[in-house]
Nanobody
Framework: VQLQASGGGLVLAGGSLRLSCAASGRTFSSSGMGWFRQAPGKEREFVAS????????YYADSVKGRFTISRDNAKNTVYLEMNSLKPEDTAVYYC?????????????????WGQGTQVTVSS
């Protein structure tokens, strides 16, 4: 599975962005998918994840109520809708594909990683 993330950019605090992650490969629809982020000088951290049919979703506490993860298996794409953005959301955002259909919150559950897309939130 190859993953291509897009949709990042520069936005003012309080604004919104929608990230997309397009996947190639036949296993996408049977894989749990996740979004992680890494800010400068910090470790990569979990943001959100979704199970293969979208029935199970997890969010990090820091984004709960502001971010929404979704997927369209017909389009082999997973999305991250980000609202009420804060300067502390500034990071490179990575999408990840898991080897199992479940949603997961740890990096070790994911075998496939996109190249990352930069999100910068200015105050």
């Amino acid at each position: 599975v190859q993953l291509q993330a897009s949709g990042g950019g520069l936005v003012l605090a309080g604004g919104s962005l929608r990230l997309s992650c397009a996947a190639s490969g036949r296993t996408f629809s049977s894989s749990g998918m996740g979004w992680f982020r890494q800010a400068p000088g910090k470790e990569r951290e979990f943001v959100a994840s979704i199970s293969w049919r979208g029935g199970i979703i997890y969010y990090a506490d820091s984004v709960k109520g502001r971010f929404t993860i979704s997927r369209d298996n017909a389009k082999n794409t997973v999305y991250l809708e980000m609202n009420s953005l804060k300067p502390e959301d500034t990071a490179v955002y990575y999408c990840a594909g898991g080897r199992l259909p479940q949603a997961a919150q740890i990096m070790g559950a994911y075998d496939y990683w996109g190249q990352g897309t930069q999100v910068t939130v200015s105050s």
